[in-house]
């Protein structure tokens, strides 16, 4: 019988698939190595593919498209509900067959490798941040327990990193310079890479019509800009900007001044 639509539960190495036919009887249930999935999917008639949208499903949802297949993403917690028993692969792909076919389901865009590229981007730099962070808190209390306090902010660490730069100073033991150098050497590294991400954002920035409109809305920078630019390719699948606020987290509030109306009616006519 002909595969009308498959539950493809993705993994690293282990794949699932759950196929049924247009009378919706199951006529596949196996499991798939890495290896094996092109092969199998282009020996497949064109047909309606169902993947959670977590890791790897945009690759994998571009590359099934590209054999001719129907790919459709759907966000992990809206498939929870279809699971019938106790967790696991063969009942996770199940879960999305039936999932996929349903009417009221949502659906996730699926993402360029250039809109994955610009969101890497982002995203190395928060980890960079986060670690940038973590490296000052070092300083601040290794510096601390020998006495030396400075102001917060940036004007703060940099009398630390000059005090750590001094060969000189007698409130550092020679171990204790020794460990402050490196982690100095590594927030400089940090701050040059992130330095070199913005600069990359920025180029993004200017080249984009989207980002730049954005830009105009009160409160939302550069960097918002260009995250939201990737993230979202086209804002139409939003019925309001309020609808697109809750999407991302935001509180919508009670009463709009004029500029940010035009502004986010500006956002929702794409």
């Known amino acids: 019988m002909e595969i009308s639509t498959i539950g493809l539960d993705i993994a690293k190495n282990v794949f699932q698939v759950h196929g049924i036919d247009a009378a919706e009887k199951v006529v596949v249930r196996k499991q798939l190595r890495r290896g094996q999935m092109q092969a ?6 064109p047909c309606l593919v169902g993947m959670e949208a977590c890791a ?14 129907r790919v459709r993403l759907m966000p992990a917690k809206d498939v929870k509900a279809y699971v019938k028993r106790n967790k696991n692969d063969a009942a ?13 389901m949502r659906f996730v865009q699926i993402k360029s490798v250039e809109q994955q590229g610009r969101l890497m981007l982002h995203r190395a730099r928060d ?49 204790a310079h020794a460990s402050l150098v490196v982690l100095a050497a590594e927030l400089q590294a940090m701050q040059t890479m992130i330095g070199a991400i ?26 918002g800009a260009t995250a939201i630019a ?8 939003f019925r309001s900007g309020r609808d697109f606020a809750a999407w991302i987290g935001l509180v919508a509030t009670p009463r ?11 956002l929702e006519t794409g």
């Open 40 to 45: 199998f999917f282009k020996a497949l008639p």
């Open 56 to 69: 790897t499903a945009h690759y994998w949802a571009r590359e099934l498209t590209k054999l001719g297949h």
């Open 92 to 104: 996770d792909a199940e879960a999305i067959c039936e999932a996929v076919r349903r009417p009221t």
């Open 127 to 175: 980890l960079l941040m986060r670690q940038r962070t973590q490296v000052i808190n070092a300083l601040r209390a290794h510096l601390a327990e020998l006495g030396i306090v400075a102001a917060q902010g940036r004007e703060g660490i940099k009398e630390l990193l000059k005090i750590i730069a001094s060969e000189v100073d007698a409130r550092l033991p020679v171990d």
């Open 198 to 223: 913005e600069k990359r954002i920025m180029v993004q920035h200017r080249l984009s019509e989207a980002s730049k409109r954005l830009e105009s809305i009160p409160g939302v920078g550069l960097i």
């Open 230 to 237: 990737a993230t979202v390719p086209d804002p139409k699948v």
């Open 256 to 266: 709009l001044d004029r500029r940010q109306a035009e502004a986010r009616a500006d």
